[in-house]
């Protein structure tokens, strides 16, 4: 079955840290790779998206970056945490082929502090 | 761009009352269609989907959604409430041929007693 594990749940990090979340997949080949945000109170935000293996797509200009180092292995990173970075961040993949369904990681709650 | 609209980012319904909740998309083509529940500090999961087929269609936990190509909805609805069902939920569209969803605003629920 296709399962996908985000780790950590929490993370609490000083301001000027470096960020490393982690998301892989199981069951499936060549998923398409979400990585989304969530702000208090202003839903969910499209941060990156990979169809394939070194192929990211930001949606939006921000302090973050993603790769993709293997096929089910997605990773959100950021050099220096500001303190906006701060929010729940859910990773989530879809089969990109036939009938579509998005699968959601459990998301980490992130506090840059 | 395809775009999903959830007209109220909060509602308000008393324990046993339907619950109805809005979402309109916007594409040229009627995309595939999604709800999703989210609880606290959770990842998201699916309710129900849209994809071909009978318009109406039922999911998990008594609730269903109806697709309109006229209106370009898909609203969601339970007869009736129950206090479990407080959570936040995401209406999504995917392009049939694209590959990447696009979320509505959410809308939270608050079940009254």
């Known amino acids: 079955s296709q399962t996908i594990h985000q780790w950590p749940a929490t993370l609490v990090q000083p301001v000027g840290s470096p960020l490393s979340l982690e998301c892989t997949v199981e069951g499936t080949s060549n998923p398409n790779l979400y990585w989304y945000r969530q702000a208090a109170g202003r839903g969910l935000q499209l941060l990156f998206y990979s169809v394939g293996i070194g192929q990211i797509s930001s949606e939006v200009p921000q302090n973050l970056s993603a790769s993709r180092p293997q096929d089910r292995q997605f990773i959100l990173s950021s050099k220096k945490l500001l303190l906006s970075d701060s929010g729940f961040y859910l990773c989530a993949f879809d089969s990109g082929t036939g009938v579509p369904e998005a699968f959601f990681g459990q998301g980490t709650r992130l506090t840059v502090v | ?113």
């Not at chain 2, 775009?3 to 594409?27: D, P």
């Open chain 2, 1 to 113: 761009a395809q775009s999903v609209t959830q007209l109220g980012s909060h509602v308000s319904v008393s324990e046993g009352a339907l619950v109805l909740l809005r979402c309109n998309y916007s594409s040229s083509v009627p995309p595939y269609l999604f709800w999703y529940v989210q609880y606290p500090n959770q990842g998201l999961q699916l309710l129900l989907k849209y994809t071909t087929g009978a318009t109406l269609v039922k999911g998990i936990n008594g609730f269903e959604a109806e697709f309109k190509k006229s209106e370009t909805s898909f609203h969601l609805t339970k007869p009736s409430a129950h206090m479990s069902d407080a959570a936040e939920y995401f209406c999504a569209s995917l392009q049939a041929a694209g590959n990447k969803l696009t979320f509505g605003g959410g809308t939270r629920v608050l079940v009254k007693p």
